[in-house]
């Protein structure tokens, strides 16, 4: 039997050729945009949750599609309703969208077995954490064995105002991020060593920076003291921090400065090394 060979006309051949090389927007799901537009929105907001009608105006967007769009995201976990004043902000299925990130991307991954080096070296509780907006979210721990420790805060959001981990990383915000992410001028007091006032808070952010290190001592909860330092990506941007924490009467001022200061500042290197970073340098 004669074999039969099929010729495409040159038209078919240019249209396929035209579909292959069709822009992937052109494949986007409008609504799909839109919910994701409205998770965007929070990134650069100043305050933690937004209501419908600012979500509607500047997104460009119907205040029913708004509606709609928050309902189907709060219903996944992914936006939830703050009750008391009825406006909408992130749900705890970004944070764990965003661990699982991390953990690809080989941030806990990395920073794991320096950690677990670091507790080895002294015995107190190594955290590593990450900013969120004015928060910070602990990732991860290495538990110190003493019997009187820090409570486990994995999974935790506290402030970054009064943290050694969240002005680790605060430090290296520019002024006017500094802004949105602390609109208001006056901070809530934890203890009396809370820094209070933000123009008190920028000053000190700006000795963090020069030193490279951030201290809390008794600044959020009292007799806990921490020292952290920041952990750079391969682009030199601070994406997290380490900390040691312990009892006061068993860190001491005396003790972190000498010890374990320059354990976390050599354990924060690690890991940023770990994740591409190279260190500019030291002058002679």
Do not use: W
Not at 28 to 38: E, F, K, M, P, R
Not at 121 to 150: F, G, Q, W
Not at 193 to 212: D, F
Not at 238 to 259: D, F, H, N
């Amino acid at each position: 039997m004669a074999k039969t060979t099929v010729k495409k006309s040159a038209s078919a051949t240019k249209e396929s050729s035209v579909k292959l090389r069709r822009p992937k927007q052109d494949y986007t799901i409008q609504s799909v945009v839109h919910a994701l537009d409205i998770l965007e929105a929070f990134k650069g907001a100043a305050k933690e949750d937004l209501g419908v009608t600012e979500l509607s105006e500047s997104l460009g967007l119907h205040k029913n599609n708004v509606f709609r769009l928050l309902a189907t995201l709060e219903t996944r976990g992914y936006i939830e309703q703050n009750k008391s004043t009825g406006n909408y902000r992130l749900g705890i299925k970004t944070f764990e969208m965003g661990q699982v990130f991390l953990v690809q991307t080989g941030l806990i991954k990395q920073a794991r077995p320096v950690m677990e080096e670091l507790l080895a070296r002294c015995n107190e509780t190594v955290y590593l954490a990450v900013l969120r907006n004015e928060k910070i979210v602990y990732m991860d721990i290495a538990e110190t064995t003493h019997s009187v420790r820090v409570a486990d805060r994995v999974g935790a959001v506290l402030p970054a105002y009064c943290t050694s981990v969240g002005k680790a990383l605060l430090a290296y915000l520019s002024r006017e991020e500094l802004d949105k992410v602390f609109p208001k001028t006056k901070f809530e007091k934890f203890t009396d060593n809370t820094i209070c006032e933000r123009s008190e808070l920028y000053s000190h952010l700006k000795e963090v920076a020069s030193r490279g290190y951030a201290l809390d001592l008794e600044e959020y909860e009292e007799e806990v003291f921490c020292v952290s330092a920041p952990v750079m990506d391969y682009t030199g941007k601070a994406v997290a921090a380490i900390c040691v924490s312990g009892p006061g009467y068993r860190m001491g001022l005396e003790r972190i400065i000498k010890e374990l200061l320059p354990l976390t500042l050599k354990g924060a290197a690690e890991i940023s090394k770990r994740l591409g970073y190279n260190a500019p340098e030291a002058s002679k």
